[in-house]
């Protein structure tokens, strides 16, 4: 399957849903009472039982209350589809309870291991280099007879 990825371009939230849809998030979740469950459904989903696999922001330009919330879920047993939500202080308080307890959470973020490790290892680099010309220039100095012994 095709990586989900949040770099991708989505003006509106229906482009979203239909590229969700695209990629196999095909059901329509919704939050019944302690669990997460779809039109057909049989039972509720806990929160250990889902993944949420991205999830998209959309703010509005002109309105706050225009400001949405797209997961997109994975259940265990292989169900996929999309929650919605509204986002920040008209956010439904069900969703945002049961997304709080949800564990495991895939929010793809380009390349943050890759250039946090390489600016890690720049900036260890840097370090011990300065120490080594401020170790040299103590030495000229004529510091060093200081520490020899006798």
């Known amino acids: ?17 239909n590229s969700a849809i695209k990629e196999g998030y095909t059901r329509d979740f919704f939050i019944s009472g302690p669990g997460l469950s779809f039109s057909g459904a049989e039972r509720l989903y806990a929160p ?8 998209y922001r959309f703010e509005g330009e002109s309105d706050p209350a225009d400001s ?5 879920l994975k259940t265990r047993d292989g169900a996929q589809g999309t929650l919605l939500d509204a986002y920040g202080v008209y956010a439904d308080e069900d969703i ?16 943050i291991r890759t250039k946090l490790s390489r600016y890690l290892k720049i900036g260890i680099g840097a370090a011990l280099a300065m120490g080594a010309v401020a170790g040299l220039l103590y030495k000229r100095k004529g510091h060093a007879h200081r520490w020899a012994v006798g």
């Open 48 to 55: 250990d039982e889902v993944i949420i696999k991205n999830f």
């Open 1 to 17: 399957m095709k990586k989900e990825t949040s770099s991708q371009k989505m003006n509106t939230i229906s482009e979203c849903i």
């Open 68 to 72: 949405a919330i797209l997961y997109l």
């Open 96 to 111: 945002a309870a049961f997304v709080k307890e949800v564990n495991e959470i895939h929010k793809n973020r380009p390349n």
